[in-house]
């Protein structure tokens, strides 16, 4: 016997399945792993009620699985040797440099000295720049 429906009435319509997918990088064991999967169908099936919808069926169908290890070692002595030689290398550039940067001070130090005196400070040289120069005013022929 054929129903008859009523064309005015809103009628439930089949949406598509939603996947759920969940990345976790922690240790797990596969009872946590099952229990967020669980976690996640409820929560979507709370939110899907908000809405008005009706979720018809949950089906566990696929699983995949994948395992990574994060693996420390000790490095081995060749390696050692390498990064001691390059850490060696570096540091021996930085005291290269260092003492180039010292050599060209000094000179700029130098040649300062040779310019001005060996004085103690700005003001005793800008003193004797001073009596200098009233000497030469004072010998300048008349």
Sequence with gaps: MKKNLNPYDKHEVVNSTQSINLTNYQENDINSVLEKIQDEISKRKKALELKGSKVSSATFS??????SLSVKRLETDSEYKARIARNEKLEETKRKKEEEKIKKEFKKLQELQNKY????SAEEALNAKKIENSKSIINIPA
């Design 62 to 67: 696929y699983f995949s699985f994948s395992a």
């Design 117 to 120: 005196g060996n004085f103690s």
